[in-house]
């Protein structure tokens, strides 16, 4: 399994990216795909996931209305498009994937995943 996280970079607040996650090695679409993201002196969170076949989506609370996730089972892709940053989204995002035969995806702990990407910066800052 791999998992290649990319799109992030340096933008001011209001600002947007999308982060995409390429994956191989694997049977795409019997996982569910997750972002997570890890802040400076934070602990991890997730910030969406969605189901193996586009079936489910979670998203964060606090990210709710801002980002979007979506994935291309045609191109092992999953894209996490970010509208409207805040200073508060700084981190460094990952993609991680867990087999699972349900139309469902879990952001609340980490623990399903069991493959991650090697994460990408986001920066948001005047």
């Known amino acids: 399994v791999q998992l290649q996280a990319s799109g992030g970079g340096l933008v001011q607040p209001g600002s947007s990216l999308r982060l995409s996650c390429a994956a191989s090695?694997?049977?795409?679409?019997?996982?569910?795909i997750g972002w997570f993201r890890q802040a400076p002196g934070k602990e991890r969170e997730g910030v969406s996931c969605?189901?193996?076949?586009?079936?489910?989506?979670r998203t964060l609370a606090s990210v709710e209305g801002r980002f979007t996730i979506s994935r291309d089972n045609a191109n092992n892709m999953v894209y996490l498009q970010m509208n409207n940053l805040e200073p508060e989204d700084t981190a460094v995002y990952y993609c991680?994937?867990?087999?699972?035969?349900?139309?469902?995806?879990?952001?609340?702990?980490?623990?399903?995943?069991?493959?991650w990407g090697q994460g990408t910066l986001v920066t948001v800052s005047s």
């Open positions: 969605v189901g193996p076949l586009d079936s489910s989506t």
């Open positions: 991680a994937a867990y087999r699972i035969f349900l139309p469902f995806c879990a952001i609340s702990s980490a623990s399903p995943y069991k493959d």
């Open positions: 090695g694997f049977a795409f679409n019997e996982y569910a």
